[in-house]
């Protein structure tokens, strides 16, 4: 006897006029896997200039627009324009919010000294920016940074406002808070009798809270947000929101991302203080340019990547610049950075800034003992893939079920197909060997409800050849 039942649901059972009736069933229609596009998120500072409201989403697709919307060389802006350099094709939202009404900028001074006794190119870098002027000999201190200030207003993507007085270049960062202290500033001159002598005369402080900003989103369904701090306080607000969007109640699967522009102590320090396996702070040190511009182009970059299990080694943040040599990590340094939580970014071939092993912050269970479960990022992207995977699945399948042994069956069926299909993509493996270990029960106190136990065994990344080499004489 065959075990197919037709049941239409929109065919009333008591239908007497004669006629032949047909419904559509859609539920059978999906055969495949879900996709897996990366909608990735931005949380950043604007501007007064920018014409967009604070913590109110909107998509984003190009650094131009980006600059009207959040005020030219705000840090949102600046993002935006580093995650697009590194992936043209990023589907982007962000989300700015105002400084902090508490909030100090960063000012950093550049005291020219002359005159000039040569002609040459006077350059003021800001970041990974720079504004540059010709110098003729003759020319005074104060002439020279009059000239560089002018210029400086032409270039609307600067992170810092440039100003002068008596031959002193004032640079006050665009954005109130800790970040803007570390913008790098560094000046030269290829024009004899020029000096430039740099201080920091007012240290950047507080930054803004994103409490309304994250409630703004918290269903929005991103995959991907990346953070323009990289300060504990705010860090630590992003992983509590994204431990509720990742819950098994809310299941909107999203990891976080940062990046830290100075040392490794301070790297090893913030991911210390994170310890989750939804955020992956990344390092590097001492990179002229801001912190949450290499967090951007790190974002991008694994949105690019869509297949969850796919080790992300080598890839390239296009547009970024390169560590200085003396502050290249080494050896050491990269094995220090991986067993603490913290992703190096490494040049690469071509002077290219690239990804040497890309890690989450996750080092030690909540009883503080060594863990590497969630140690690699591909592991968290495969977990939240698969789950997606069968609850879109499930959802498609049984949306009024009734709850039977039969019906128990048919969602057993599915989800292996689910699992096999993953396997075929390489997402997960041993698939066969853990059927037996699928449970669907009823639950013992809520007669509606099943219980499903799914083991799930993924692919994990080749990261390490180790080999012997035999010598024969």
Not at 67 to 80: C, D, K, N, P, T
Not at 296 to 306: D, P
Not at 362 to 383: F, H, V
Not at 444 to 455: C, G, H, K, S
Request: proline share 5%; net charge negative; charged share 15%.
């Amino acid at each position: 006897m065959s075990s197919l039942h037709v049941s239409p649901e929109t065919i009333p059972g008591s239908t007497r006029k004669p006629g032949v009736y047909f419904e559509f069933n859609l539920r059978l229609a999906v055969r495949t896997l879900t996709t897996n596009l990366q909608r990735t998120l931005i949380i950043a500072q604007k501007t007064a200039a920018g014409t967009w409201p604070a913590n109110s989403p909107v998509s984003v697709y190009s650094s131009d627009e980006a600059g009207i919307l959040f005020g030219a060389g705000s840090q949102a802006h600046l993002m935006v324009k580093a995650a697009l350099l590194a992936n043209r094709y990023l589907y982007l939202d962000v989300i700015a919010v105002d400084d902090a009404l508490a909030g100090v900028a960063a000012v950093k001074t550049v005291t020219l000294t002359g005159p000039a006794t040569g002609t040459g190119v006077y350059t003021l870098s800001i970041a990974n920016q720079s504004v540059q002027v010709a110098v003729s000999s003759g020319d005074t201190a104060s002439a020279i940074a009059d000239t560089v200030a002018a210029q400086a207003q032409f270039q609307l993507d600067l992170p810092m406002t440039v100003s002068a007085a008596a031959g002193v270049l004032t640079l006050t960062a665009k954005n109130k808070g800790g970040q803007g202290q570390g913008i790098q500033v560094a000046a030269s001159s290829t024009a004899s009798g020029v000096t430039s002598a740099l201080a920091s005369t007012a240290t950047g402080q507080t930054e803004p809270s994103l409490t309304n900003a994250l409630a703004t989103v918290f269903g929005a369904g991103h995959d991907i947000i990346v953070s323009a701090w990289n300060d504990a306080d705010t860090l630590t607000a992003i992983r509590t929101h994204l431990e509720s969007v990742n819950s098994a109640i809310e299941q909107r699967s999203c990891i976080g991302v940062t990046a830290v522009a100075t040392t490794l102590s301070q790297a090893t320090t913030l991911a210390t203080a994170l310890n989750s396996g939804f955020i992956s702070p990344a390092l590097a040190p001492n990179v002229p340019a801001m912190a949450c511009e290499v967090a951007a182009a790190y974002g991008a970059v694994i949105a690019f990547e869509e297949d969850p299990a796919r080790p992300l080694n080598t890839l390239t943040l296009t547009g970024m610049p390169i560590s200085p040599l003396p502050n290249r990590l080494g050896r050491m340094e990269i094995e220090t950075a991986l067993h603490n939580g913290v992703t190096p970014l490494v040049v690469g071939p071509g002077n290219k800034l690239q990804i040497e092993r890309a890690i989450t912050s996750y080092t030690q269970n909540q009883a503080g003992i060594p863990d590497p479960a969630l140690l690699d990022l591909t592991t968290i992207r495969t977990l939240n893939f698969v789950r997606k995977a069968v609850r879109e699945r499930l959802a498609l399948r049984f949306p009024r079920d009734k709850k039977t042994t039969r019906t128990k069956a048919k969602v057993r069926s599915e989800i292996i197909d689910v699992l096999l299909k993953l396997e075929e993509l390489e997402i997960v493996e041993n698939v066969l060997e853990y059927l037996a270990f699928i449970v669907i029960e009823d639950d013992l106190q809520d007669a509606n409800r099943l219980n499903i136990r799914i083991p799930v065994d993924v692919v994990n990344g080749l990261h390490v050849f180790a080999g012997i080499i035999d010598l024969i004489l």
